[in-house]
């Protein structure tokens, strides 16, 4: 059996490698890892190169060297100066508003006064001409009567106003300005009544140096407390030297009562039984809680 021969090798395949696999196709793992790093690097690069452009741009816009910066931040400097002039100007319109309506309070004001002093002395001029013109015709008071008691230590008055002339239309202003004298002090009339020339009705009210008007609380009742837990007390007082005819109610409303340390101008609930006036009070007692 003859031995083959071989003289020439087999060819080199550059591409071939003791590393390659035995079986199946050899996978280009290296050369795709290599383009996707260079294609990383190049979009990192390109990244960086984009912020630094921005960076600079930002920083060129606001470099107060930069013309184009100096003149929009003169454009905004006029924008705020004039809205400035403008508020101003509007806080000096609303400031002579201000001093034109001060200026014409102070005149109405001022007219106001003079107007009221005026009229004061109208009055005054015109109550010196009654005052001259009712002693000239020497107007007085005559009847002086006393009637009934009208409230706690006052009673009324009349008189009649005589020597007025027919032809005076001021009488009831003559009446109210005449005064009188009773227990020897001089009272005007609270009010009066003019039924013609010589019939001149003046009415007083009298609170000095009536003893007959003067009621009093007798004696005193204590009814304990209004119910157990109210903090309440209720008192009683019988009204003695109630006058005869006179209003029950009113003296009783309007004589002055003390006790416990307290004071009341009259009684707070008034009621009558057997021909007897009584005044009822109810206040707070801590004794009553």
Known sequence: ??????????????????????????????????SCVFAALIAIAFCIIAFTIVNLCISLSKDPLDPDVRERIRKE????????????????????????????????????????????????????????????????????????????????????LVNVPSYYNRRVEACMATPVKIHGVEYTPKWCEDHGPNNVVGHWEVDQHEPDCTSYWNWYKDFGCVSPGSGQRRIEHYLENLPSGADWKEFCATTPASFNGMHFMGSEICFQWNGGTYGHWVFDDDNCK
Request: hydrophobic residues 25%; glycine residues 0%; neutral net charge.
């Open 1 to 34: 059996m003859s031995s083959r021969r071989y003289d020439n090798p087999p060819p080199y395949s550059p591409s071939s490698s003791e590393a390659d696999p035995l079986i199946g196709p050899r996978k280009p793992y290296r050369r795709y890892q290599s």
């Open 77 to 160: 400097w006029n924008i705020e100066l004039r809205r400035h002039e403008e508020e101003v100007l509007k806080r000096i319109d609303i400031k002579k508003c201000w001093l034109l309506e001060d200026n014409d309070r102070i005149r109405s004001r001022e007219q106001w006064r003079t107007e009221v002093e005026e009229h004061k002395r109208e009055l005054e001029e015109r109550r010196k001409h009654e005052e001259e013109e009712r002693l000239r015709l020497n107007m007085f008071w005559t009847d002086l009567a006393s009637h009934t008691c009208t409230t706690y230590a006052t009673r009324e008055y009349t008189a009649r």
